[in-house]
T-cell receptor, first 114, second 120 residues
Framework: AQSVTQPDIHITVSEGASLELRCNYS??????LFWYVQSPGQGLQLLLK??????LVQGIKGFEAEFKRSQSSFNLRKPSVHWSDAAEYFC????????????FGTGTRLLVSP | GAVVSQHPSWVICKSGTSVKIECRSL??????MFWYRQFPKQSLMLMAT?????????EQGVEKDKFLINHASLTLSTLTVTSAHPEDSSFYIC????????????????FGEGSRLTVL
């Protein structure tokens, strides 16, 4: 079964600084990988996803993520963080056979300081 | 993009009562819907998968008699928390996937806004 690890519970970044959120997955083959963002009391919004092809994936709001098979990682990055990026970020994985259910990581809470 | 709506967005009820949460796909037909539960400051835990017209498939440890899921149409799934207790207080989120060949091909799930249940 697939699993996801987000090692950072909290991260604080200064506004304008770069951001990298870590995500490691466990799956026997190449999985489908996702990053979602959740604002307080809200549902989830998809930032980006990786299925195959180019390992560097561009998403909405200026985010990107890179799939590294050798490291079983799918880290999320943004070159310049805005105060509105403060939220909870979830990495998720789904198996690539029939795409049934997502398994989520524990999430990383991003705080943006002035 | 596709829109999934949940109702109510928040509900407070007395212990022992039942609460129904609706999940609707507004602009697409959702053949599969997923129900998640999220405890404060924790991740989403899949509770069950429901396919239109068939019984829901529950994850291990989820009481099917406690959390009744009905997916009676291609645009509506409901989660009923029966005889609710304070420990059932949580944030419940649904997600939906469309028919194969439409939205499902992208592998994307569309999430509702969530429903916060507080049981007194």
């Amino acid at each position: 079964a697939q699993s996801v690890t987000q090692p950072d519970i909290h991260i604080t970044v200064s506004e304008g600084a770069s951001l990298e959120l870590r995500c490691n997955y466990s799956y026997g083959a190449t999985p489908y990988l996702f990053w979602y963002v959740q604002s307080p009391g809200q549902g989830l919004q998809l930032l980006l996803k990786y299925f195959s092809g180019d390992t560097l994936v561009q998403g909405i709001k200026g985010f990107e993520a890179e799939f590294k098979r050798s490291q079983s990682s799918f880290n999320l990055r943004k070159p310049s963080v805005h105060w509105s990026d403060a939220a909870e970020y979830f990495c998720a994985v789904a198996g690539n056979t029939g795409f049934q259910k997502l398994v989520f990581g524990t999430g990383t809470r991003l705080l943006v300081s002035p | 993009g596709a829109v999934v709506s949940q109702h109510p967005s928040w509900v407070i009820c007395k212990s022992g009562t039942s609460v129904k949460i609706e999940c609707r796909s507004l602009d697409f037909q959702a053949t599969t819907m997923f129900w998640y539960r999220q405890f404060p400051k924790q991740s989403l835990m899949l509770m069950a998968t429901s396919n239109e017209g068939s019984k829901a498939t529950y994850e291990q440890g989820v009481e099917k008699d406690k959390f009744l899921i009905n997916h009676a149409s291609l645009t509506l799934s409901t989660l009923t928390v029966t005889s609710a207790h304070p420990e059932d207080s949580s944030f419940y989120i649904c997600s939906a996937r469309g028919r194969l060949g439409v939205i499902a091909n992208t592998g994307e799930l569309f999430f509702g806004e969530g429903s916060r249940l507080t049981v007194l």
